[in-house]
């Protein structure tokens, strides 16, 4: 078993918004990634995702709805459900979803 740091891992990503995987258990991926205030468009899933705020502040709409999600908080994202992430989210999000081909 690899020890990660995962706010390290995200500091060191080249672009914000960019997810890294960092393992995989099954067809379930861990990503990592640094949100650096800038807004996202819409966007939905097949399946549902789990999104775990390490640092920082997440802020989102999901299905019509406005949330906030912050630090050692984590949210779930249903399947089909229409999110988008808000201007000012910053800080470090780990990422729990399917991944359609595993490796």
Request: aromatic residues 2%; proline residues 6%; glycine residues 8%.
């Amino acid at each position: 078993m690899n020890v990660v740091d995962i706010r390290s891992t995200a500091a060191e990503l080249p672009d914000a918004w960019r997810s890294l995987l960092l393992g995989q258990v099954g067809s379930t991926g861990v990503k990592v990634l640094r949100m650096d205030g800038r807004p996202l468009p819409p966007e939905s899933h097949d399946t549902a995702e789990a999104l775990l705020v390490v640092d920082g502040t997440l802020r989102l709409t999901a299905d019509g709805t406005e949330v906030e999600v912050h630090a050692g908080e984590m949210y779930i994202v249903d399947a089909s459900v229409e999110h988008a992430v808000l201007p000012d989210s910053r800080g470090t999000l780990v990422i729990v979803e399917h991944i359609s081909d595993p490796a």
